[in-house]
Each structure stands twice: as C-alpha cells, then as structure tokens.
C-alpha cells in the first residue's frame, strides 16, 4: 500500500501536556515533534503539509487548499475544536486550549498579566490584574487551575516588588453540579479539597452567561472579576464531519461496528469524530480506533473479514498539582502521590520521541526539586504593540 499523511500542522502534538506549556512548565517543542520525523522509516508513507478543505466520499477524493487526492480507503480524524456553545465571541477573551498556538496565547497572557500588575499603581485594577478565571471543570480546567495557582503562589512568589502573585485569586468555574463529570465522585470530591488548598475558590452550578476582559457574568447576576479567562468547557466536532454528506449525530459521524462511515466500508472516522457507544473522546481512544482502522483495512486487502472495535479502557487520570493526582483504573480509585508518580510515568511513556521524554523528565525533576518553572519566556509581542495583558 501506499500512504498519503495530511495535517494541516506540520507536528504532532501531545494535548495532555498542553496546560504545562500554558504555564510556563515545558516549552512548546517538548510536547510536539515533526510528522516526517515520526514516519521516516516509513518507506511507503509520504507526508504532505496541506488543508483538507472537504471530503468527497462518493468521488473518492480528498479536496485540500492546494489540490487533491484521490483515495482507495480514507481513514478521517481531524479531532475536535473548542466549543463556545454559539458564543464565539467569548475567544477573544477566553481564549481555549487545544493547539500549540493556544498554549502560547494563554502562557503570553497569563505572564503579561503579571507584568501589568508589577506596573499598577492602582491596588484594585492590581488585584483584578492577578485574578485568573478558568472556564470547565474537565481534567483540563482542573490541571489547569492547579497549574496557575502553583506558578503564582510559588514559581513567581519572590520574582515581583509591586505586585504580589502569592495575593492572586484563580476562580475555576463548572456549570455541573461537581467537577470531573468521568470520575466517581470520591474522587472528584478530592481534586476539589486539594484545588482549595491550592488557593483555588472552585465554583460549581455556575453557567457562564457573559465574558469580558474584566471578567466572567454568571447566570444569577454574580460576577466574577478576572483580567485573564481561559476556556476549556469542552469541545466541538471538526467541520469537515459536515461536507461528508452523511448524517451527523451531534456533528460526529456514528460509524459502524468496523468503524467504516455508513455505507461506505472503504472510508473510516477515527477518533474524536467518530461516535461509537460508550467511548469518550481521549486520546487512548483514538490510538486505538487508528490501529482497528488500519487493521480493518489490511484485513480487506487480505480478503479476510473485518473485526469490531473494542475499546480497552486503560483508565483515567487528571494532576492537581506537585504530588497531588486523582486516577482511576478499572476498578480501583487512589490519589494523591502515588497516583500523581502513575501520572507522570504514563504521560512520559506516551510522549512521543526520545528527545522529548528525556527533556520532559529532566525538567520535571529540576522544577520538583527547585519549585520553579523554566519556560516563562514571552513571546508573540509585534514591536509595535502595546504591553498590557491583552496586548
Ligand atoms: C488540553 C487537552 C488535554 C487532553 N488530555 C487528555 C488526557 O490526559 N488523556 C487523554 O486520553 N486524552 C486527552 N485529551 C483528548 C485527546 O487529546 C483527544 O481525544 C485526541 O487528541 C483526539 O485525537 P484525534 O486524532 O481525533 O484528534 P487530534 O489529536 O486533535 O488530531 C487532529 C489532527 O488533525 C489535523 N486537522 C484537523 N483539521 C484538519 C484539516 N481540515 N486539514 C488538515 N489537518 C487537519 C490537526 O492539525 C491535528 O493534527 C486532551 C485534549 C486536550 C485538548
């Protein structure tokens, strides 16, 4: 067979360590490597860096931003996109987490945010400068608050003369009644324990109605002051689901046992995109549809039948911060530090490239070890803008 890879990046990007780089605890090139790189020894599979514009099933042919191919078996999985819930006015100042560039836009703010406060004479718009607001109570709010309140209260605490970030006040905002909605609720009770204790004021059964760059309305009239909101209330299916001409269950495509579209066994949807029973959106996931997808497919070549996707549930984790992690695998529950070394061994090994376990590694130890975090650099500033935490 001949392989043809299409992204419209030109690397692959591990979303679970997106919050680090967010803030400030890895950089960018630590959680990300090249696709070629991945295939080189791949003598059959050629990478092409391009936007698949749409999908004609019935003409077998992808439609990119510069040309086209054409396909004996298409397997499809574009993944996901934040979703504002028909605000999409809210990005602006909410920006979400889902890409590369997204991390770095909510490292710059959060790390402007605190140059401006170090420039305010005034200590009120000071304090609204050092409230931070993370929208979604999801692993990845939940990682994230932590996060923020650690690189406030300790990373930064002896960095500033004005301001003072031990003072800062990261409000995580859920709109279910309980955060961790895929965890039991011992467990969820838990990361919201050790979020208190990391300063983090966790507010439950709160729907956002209105965001701004001075903070977040709730529904009831309560507001929440915050010059810096992030959004990670959840996702969006890719639009390319829609140009395939089939019906969509919520925007996701339901696909067979085989995971083949409907009607079509010779084109496929894996991950994210594809809705099969009682299977979350994780990455786990999708690794596993992307072998049964290609399986399936040699298996045809080989006039063999097709096996039915099964999903193996390897379990879930989420970090609270240093030492502290909720995880759940198959029947049993723990937390604390030994969940916490299972995180961090887990995440290591499913970090994709030596270079980048090793580097990853080394700087959770120096950062464990010197309670700071290295990759607070900010960049993206044009020489011309203004510095004010939403330059
Ligand atoms: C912040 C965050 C943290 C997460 N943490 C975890 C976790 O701890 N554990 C876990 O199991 N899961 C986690 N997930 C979920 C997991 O990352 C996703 O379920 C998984 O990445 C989905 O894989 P996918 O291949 O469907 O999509 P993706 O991994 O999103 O890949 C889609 C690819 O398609 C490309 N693409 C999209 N549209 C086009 C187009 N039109 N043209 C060309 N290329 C295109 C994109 O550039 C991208 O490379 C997390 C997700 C996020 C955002």
């Known amino acids: 067979v001949r392989v043809t890879l299409v992204d ?12 680090q780089v967010a803030t400030a605890g890895l950089s960018a090139t630590d959680i990300a490597s090249p696709i070629r790189s991945i295939v080189r020894d791949q003598a059959n599979t050629t990478v092409l860096m391009a936007e698949v514009e749409r999908v004609d ?20 999985a574009p993944g996901s996109l934040p979703n504002y819930f028909g605000h999409e006015e809210w990005r602006r100042d909410a920006p979400g987490l889902k890409s590369l560039g997204d991390a770095l836009e909510v490292r ?21 400068l050092l409230s931070f607001a993370v929208i979604g109570g999801g692993p990845t709010g939940v990682e994230l608050a932590g996060a923020i309140a650690e690189l406030a209260k300790r990373a930064l605490r002896r960095d500033f003369r004005v301001a003072d970030p031990g003072s800062a006040r990261i409000h995580l905002v859920e709109a279910g009644t309980r955060l961790l ?31 701004d760059d001075h903070g977040v309305a709730l529904e009831g009239g309560r507001m929440i002051e915050a010059a810096t909101t992030v959004w990670t209330a959840g996702v969006r299916p890719s639009p390319l689901a829609a140009s ?47 072998q049964a997808a290609a399986a399936a497919i040699i298996a045809t070549l080989a ?18 911060g240093r030492s502290r992690a909720v995880a ?10 030994l969940a916490w070394l299972a995180w961090l061994f887990i995440h290591l090994v499913l970090l994709m490239g030596f270079r980048n376990r090793v580097v990853v590694f080394f700087t959770w130890v120096w950062s464990y070890v010197t309670f700071g975090r290295g990759a607070r650099v900010i960049t993206g500033i044009a020489p011309s803008q203004p510095r004010s935490a939403h330059a």
């Open 57 to 76: 099933l019935e003409g077998r042919r992808v439609i990119l931003d510069s040309g086209e191919l054409s396909y004996d078996y298409l397997v499809l």
């Open 8 to 19: 419209r990046e030109n690397h692959h990007l591990f979303q679970p360590l997106l919050y």
């Open 328 to 337: 759940k695998i198959g029947q049993t529950r723990f937390h604390g530090l």
């Open 181 to 211: 909605s895929m965890f039991d609720d011992g467990l969820a009770e838990h990361a919201r324990r050790e979020l208190a204790e990391l300063g983090v004021d966790v507010i439950t059964g709160a729907r956002v109605v209105a965001i």
């Open 108 to 128: 710059r703010r959060l790390l402007l945010a605190f140059e401006a406060a170090e420039r305010e004479p005034n200590a009120a718009r000071r304090a609204e």
């Open 303 to 320: 006039s063999e039948p097709r096996q039915p996707f099964r999903y193996r549930d390897r379990g879930v984790m989420a970090t609270v």
């Open 244 to 290: 395939l001409g089939v019906p969509l269950v919520q925007g996701r495509v339901a696909v067979e046992q085989d995971l083949s579209i409907p009607g079509h066994p010779e084109a496929f949807v894996v991950g994210d995109l594809a809705l099969t029973s009682g299977v979350p959106q994780l990455g786990a996931v999708a690794v596993q549809e992307g």
